[in-house]
């Protein structure tokens, strides 16, 4: 069986890429898909699960941003 993995909250240090939310089966997380350097934590991500918004009713499994995505208004 190949390696599998998951996680969030990744960036490139070289090009800047970031990955908020991740999933693998068989290649490394840790190296960015643009450049292939070593990612390393991104201390800025933000990532709710389970969240509906007060504004508009929307619901979202998983999001990574303060903002809902249907209105614009914050969550």
């Known amino acids: 069986m190949e390696n599998a993995g998951s ?3 990744l960036k490139c240090p070289n090009c800047k ?3 908020d939310v991740y ?7 840790q190296l960015c898909p ?3 350097t070593k990612m390393i934590p991104n ?3 933000k990532i709710t699960t389970q969240i509906t918004c007060k504004n508009c009713n929307s619901s979202f499994g998983i999001i ?10 914050p969550f």
């Open 43 to 45: 201390e800025s991500a």
């Open 7 to 9: 996680g969030f909250g």
């Open 23 to 29: 999933g693998t089966v068989g290649a490394d997380p």
């Open 17 to 19: 890429t970031s990955i």
């Open 64 to 73: 990574n941003s303060d903002t809902c995505p249907i209105c614009g208004k």
């Open 34 to 36: 643009n450049c292939g």
